[in-house]
């Protein structure tokens, strides 16, 4: 089994910064794509950036040039650092790993969440 332990959520005012972290533990081979999704209440959950082994990265339009995905591929972990934060960021941000477990399967295995709220 894998797990996906996020952290760094929490409150900021409007022009604040925070840096997510997503850490993955267990039966692990290797980790191809990671990814960042949020929801808000009432939408879908939508997916701000994601990047790949190879650390080739993709973003939703309204995040770019704001927010950067990045990982340690060491520590199995994904990093989302969100600057100029706006309160439509407002949402739960989970992590999304595809992940070749040591049995060779592939699986995709989501976080818990982390709140991220956006205001004065």
């Known amino acids: 089994q894998v797990q996906l332990v996020e952290s760094g959520g929490g409150l900021v005012q409007p022009g604040g910064s925070l840096r997510l972290s997503c850490a993955a533990s267990?039966?692990?081979?290797?980790?191809?794509?990671m990814g960042w999704y949020r929801q808000a209440p009432g939408t879908q959950r939508e997916l701000v950036a994601s990047?790949?082994?190879?650390?080739?990265?993709d973003y939703l339009d309204s995040v770019k040039g704001r927010f950067t995905i990045s990982r340690d591929n060491a520590k199995n972990t994904v990093y989302l650092q969100m600057n100029s934060l706006k309160p439509e960021d407002t949402a739960v941000y989970y992590c999304?790993?595809?992940?070749?477990?040591?049995?060779?399967?592939?699986?995709?295995?989501w976080g818990q969440g982390t709140q991220v709220t956006v205001s004065s």
């Open positions: 267990g039966s692990i081979f290797s980790i191809n794509v």
């Open positions: 990047i790949t082994s190879g650390d080739s990265t």
């Open positions: 999304k790993a595809r992940v070749v477990t040591q049995e060779l399967y592939e699986s995709v295995f």
